[in-house]
């Protein structure tokens, strides 16, 4: 069974870069694409984007010009850094994985709360 | 941008069926999923591809999609159902919820 954790710093200073980090257990990061989503307190889920192990990407258009999503096929991990963060990034960010084509996401990391504040 | 529409809350008696609908244009064309997600816990996937239960996924949740509109039933609600429902669909590869559904069973 897959397993995803999420990592990096809970606190990030407005106008910088958040950063974080999804660890894969259990599974090959060859075999699924790999998202990140995330959840502002309170609020809804918002999808943020995807990877495949290949490096092939796709992004929320909302946040394309601020977003990427990396992987590291050799550590089992993947990674999202959001540039000039605001206030408004504030959320719960989610690592979760699907198998790609017509399929929803089957496994999700616990999640981990990322606020934006000086 | 594709958009996804639910009602924010859903009222259901124990025993009885819920509804929750989520409208976008054309959905019937597309898969519809729907998330599951109790307070403090992360989502889980109990509907995909319009109509098909993950195992471990009660018979109780079922689904549905055509036009616009794609639905979860749950039939015979129990307190444990009482949570926040989310559909989601792929737009060209992108990815997007509904805004959420607040299931209250009382």
């Known amino acids: 069974q897959v397993q995803l954790q999420e990592s990096g710093p809970g606190l990030v200073k407005p106008s910088e870069t958040l950063s974080l980090t999804c660890t894969v257990s259990g599974g090959s990061i060859s075999s699924y694409y790999w998202s990140w989503i995330r959840q502002p307190p309170g609020k809804g889920l918002e999808w943020i984007g995807y990877i495949f192990y290949s490096g092939s990407t796709n992004y929320n258009p909302s946040l394309k010009s601020r977003v990427t999503i990396s992987v590291d096929t050799s550590k089992n991990q993947f990674s999202l850094k959001l540039r000039s963060v605001t206030a408004a990034d504030t959320a719960v960010y989610y690592c979760?994985?699907?198998?790609?084509?017509?399929?929803?996401?089957?496994?999700w990391g616990q999640g981990t709360l990322v606020t934006v504040s000086s | 941008s594709y958009e996804l529409t639910q009602p924010p809350s859903v009222s259901v008696s124990p025993g009885q069926t819920a509804s929750i609908t989520c409208s976008g244009d054309k959905l019937g064309d597309k898969y519809a999923f729907w998330y599951q997600q109790k307070p403090g816990q992360s989502p889980v996937l109990v509907i995909y591809q319009d109509t098909k239960r993950p195992s471990g996924i009660p018979e109780r949740f079922s689904g549905s999609n055509s036009g616009n509109t794609a639905t979860l039933t749950i039939g015979g609600t129990q307190a444990m159902d009482e949570a926040d429902y989310y559909c989601q669909a792929w737009d060209s590869s992108t990815g997007v919820f509904g805004g959420g559904t607040k299931l209250t069973v009382l």
């Open positions: 979760a994985s699907w198998v790609g084509g017509d399929s929803g996401y089957d496994y």
